[in-house]
């Protein structure tokens, strides 16, 4: 008979690979950007956001974005500790769409969707004080920093996510998604604790610590924190070559604008860039036949297997 952590190690790794093949499925998490240095969000900053892109005016119904606990402890690894209720809106004419905080101070471009919280909560509000669908453990207003695993689902004919539900109910691994859910898109990031997992094909950790599921790739960046993620250009895949991740920098704390720091990125090209200046279009720098990392941090990457 099969150990359990056999069993869920071959669920694991079936969800991993079942990307739905709906229409959904060309729906992205392109960028986002969860700890702004200085700053998350409060009275007077709305700093942190999240992009999408997928077909031009494409429906998201059924879609949410979630975020799933990474840290050991409580909350336990594969909690939802953010969900954001995607199903009444489209992508923008462009196919991309923006979800911002209350304050945000960046430009989002011309044919974009724009989805902004008005609520009475700051940060992206949370129930009844977010206009935009957002819910959150506790009074969180905005995305929860490391460890973390952003996850675009569908559910289909299936129940909508919510706070506090448990994809790893044992700690071991990502457990058979409830029924109707597909996983359309999804990036792990790890702070570098020894117990701390991540759930989806491709898991950053900041060193060699982590914890992740049967098929998953595990990069060491190698730097010191993960503040800022996007996609090369239209990047459609979940390999590293499809990922840049990167530190921060703001030359006046917690005040716009944050570039990437030149010594702390996955990419050399990216390096100096202002996060936020694309906001709601193509990312700028295409993604390129060979990755350009920086020599300190070409960590291999590492296919192996989950473990226990």
């Known amino acids: 008979m099969r150990s359990m952590t056999g069993i869920k190690a071959a669920i694991g790794a079936a969800v991993l690979a079942g990307v739905s093949s709906s229409a959904y499925s060309q729906v992205y998490i392109n960028e986002y950007f969860f700890n702004p240095s200085g700053s998350d969000s409060g009275a007077t900053f709305g700093h942190e956001y999240v992009e ?3 077909p031009a005016s494409g429906s998201l119904a059924g879609t949410y974005l979630i975020f799933l606990e ?3 402890g409580t909350p336990n690894p594969g909690q939802i500790q953010n969900v954001f209720d995607l199903t009444g809106y489209s992508l923008g004419t462009n196919g991309f769409l923006a979800i911002r905080q209350k304050f945000s101070p960046f430009t989002v471009a011309p044919g974009a969707t724009d989805v902004i919280n008005s609520g009475t909560g700051n ?6 004080s977010s206009s935009i669908g957002h819910t959150a453990q506790g009074t969180a207003v905005d995305i929860e920093n490391l460890s973390h695993t952003a996850m ?4 289909g004919v299936g129940a909508a996510p919510v706070v506090g539900q448990d994809l790893d109910t044992g700690d071991d691994g990502l457990d058979l998604l409830p029924a109707g859910w597909s996983i359309l898109d999804s990036i792990a990031l790890l702070d570098g604790g020894t117990s701390d997992r991540g759930y989806g094909n491709l898991v950053y950790s900041q060193n060699a610590n982590g914890l992740f599921d049967a098929g998953a790739t595990f990069v060491n960046v190698g730097f010191s924190e993960i503040e800022y993620v996007e996609r090369f250009g239209d990047s459609t895949g979940q390999t590293a070559a499809d990922w840049v991740v990167s530190d921060t920098f703001s030359t006046v704390s917690g005040t716009p604008p944050w570039t990437i720091t030149a010594g702390e990125t996955t990419n050399a090209l990216y390096a100096g860039q202002v996060v936020g200046s694309h906001l709601g279009t193509h990312n700028p720098i295409p993604e390129p036949s ?10 291999p990457l590492l296919r192996r297997r989950r473990k226990a």
């Open 123 to 128: 940060g992206f509000g949370n129930g009844i």
């Open 290 to 299: 060979t990755l350009t990392l920086l020599g300190a941090f070409a960590a």
């Open 52 to 54: 999408l892109r997928g």
């Open 152 to 155: 675009l689902i569908n559910i």
């Open 70 to 72: 990474g840290d050991s």
